[in-house]
Every structure is written in structure tokens, then in C-alpha cells.
């Protein structure tokens, strides 16, 4: 099955510093490619998702950027705010049994810390 | 629409004895999903269940957890003779399989066992 690997584990910015999370996928079929941030005690909730077909995509001081090739994608937060501090996971998408889609698959998260 | 609900919002319980868990998916969602999640970790998966298709039991810990989705709808997850290790935030999520689109997931439940 599909195996989704994340880095950092923690990672420290002062506010107004960019963040970079980036994560590798084993199975090259994988398709969609959601990022989903966790606020202490709350739910995850997704913030930005792309897909095989497409190579960067930018939602105001967030991007993703997805390399096929190298099977991995990566999440960049730019002007960081003391706001962004959060658990960020990304996920995979494994199409099965000759369909277009899949089980999601989490890497195991990052854990932002923006100082001020 | 409503999102997805997990029932109870807390659930504390003795060593030893079974619990359930709840969760109401959002409706016309045919992918559900069970994760586990200790304090400052990441989600665990423990189940999956994919439409009509056999669900995906490989994460799950034990044989004293189950789960079963009765009519493509709502989702119970049974934990036996509960251990202290088992003390965590039990998250499901909802997806239309079908759109390969995001999952949504429930406030989750936090259960403790003394």
C-alpha cells in the first residue's frame, strides 16, 4: 500500500519567515494530494489540495508544489503569522481497483511553531 | 449540510470494560475512515471503510477493536476490555470516494481510561 513520509517532525520560524513542509508518497499511481492543518484541540481541516495533473498551486500565503517525478510534494507557507502555529499533514490518495480514487494516506505531521 | 458527528464527545470508562464510539459521516459519503490520535501525535489509521468494497482492517491494534458501518451510513467503533494504552482522541472522517476529494473529519471523541 501507499507510504507517506513527512519532514520535519518540528519546525521553528520567526514570524514573517517562510515554512517549508515536504513529504515523499511510494505509490506513483497516487493522484490527489491533500494538506490539512490541526489548531491544538481542534480537528483537522483542509487547506490546500492538489492534484497529479497539475504542478503548483498558490491560495494567498500558501502553495503546493508536487513533482511526480521525485514523487514528492511539499507545502510552503510564506509570511509566516503567529496564527499559522499548528500540526500540518499532508496525505496521498492511492487509486484501487482500476478506479480513478482511493484511501487517503496521512504522513505522520509537522508541528509549526511561529514565534513572534 | 451538517458536518461529520462523533458521539460521545468524551467517553471516560474502567479498565476492563468495552466501549462505543459514534460516528455519523456526512450523508451521500461513501469512504470512512477511524484514526487514533495520542496527545501531541499524528493520526493513526485504524480502519477504512471504501463504499461496498471490503473495508481495510490493517490498522487496526488489536483484536479487541472493531468496527462496523451499517447501511453505508453511520459507523460504530468497539473497543473491549479497554487498556489504559488505549487512551486517546478516536477522529473519523468522511470522503465521496467516488470525487477522490478531501476528507471531512468529526470533533472526535477523547477517551480516557482509568
Known amino acids: 500500500g501507499e507510504n507517506v513520509e513527512q519532514h520535519p517532525s518540528t519546525l521553528s520560524v520567526q514570524e514573517g519567515d517562510s515554512a517549508v513542509i515536504k513529504c515523499t508518497y511510494s505509490d506513483s499511481a497516487s493522484n490527489y494530494f491533500p494538506w490539512y492543518k490541526q489548531e491544538l484541540g481542534k480537528r483537522p481541516q483542509l487547506i490546500i489540495d492538489i492534484r497529479s495533473n497539475v504542478g503548483e498551486k498558490k491560495d494567498q500565503r500558501i502553495a503546493v508544489t508536487l513533482n511526480k517525478t521525485a514523487k514528492h510534494f511539499s507545502l510552503h507557507i510564506t509570511e509566516t503569522q503567529p496564527e499559522d502555529s499548528a500540526v500540518y499533514f499532508c496525505?496521498?490518495?492511492?487509486?484501487?481497483?482500476?478506479?480513478?480514487?482511493?484511501?487517503?494516506?496521512f504522513g505522520q505531521g509537522t508541528i509549526l511553531t511561529v514565534h513572534p | 449540510g451538517a458536518g461529520v458527528s462523533q458521539s460521545p464527545s468524551n467517553k471516560v470508562t474502567e479498565k476492563g470494560k468495552d466501549v462505543e464510539l459514534r460516528c455519523d459521516p456526512i450523508?451521500?459519503?461513501?469512504?470512512l475512515y477511524w484514526y487514533r490520535q495520542s496527545l501531541g501525535q499524528g493520526l493513526e489509521f485504524l480502519i477504512y471503510f471504501q463504499g461496498n468494497s471490503a473495508p481495510d482492517k490493517s490498522g487496526l491494534p488489536s483484536d479487541r477493536f472493531s468496527a462496523e458501518r451499517t447501511g453505508g451510513s453511520v459507523s460504530t467503533l468497539t473497543i473491549q476490555r479497554t487498556q489504559q494504552e488505549d487512551s486517546a482522541v478516536y477522529l473519523c472522517?468522511?470522503?465521496?470516494?467516488?470525487?477522490?476529494?478531501?476528507?471531512?473529519f468529526g470533533q472526535g471523541t477523547r477517551l480516557t481510561v482509568v
Open positions: 472522517a468522511s470522503s465521496f470516494r467516488e470525487r477522490n476529494t478531501e476528507a471531512f
Open positions: 496525505a496521498a490518495s492511492s487509486p484501487a481497483g482500476g478506479t480513478s480514487y482511493g484511501k487517503l494516506t
Open positions: 450523508s451521500g459519503h461513501t469512504a
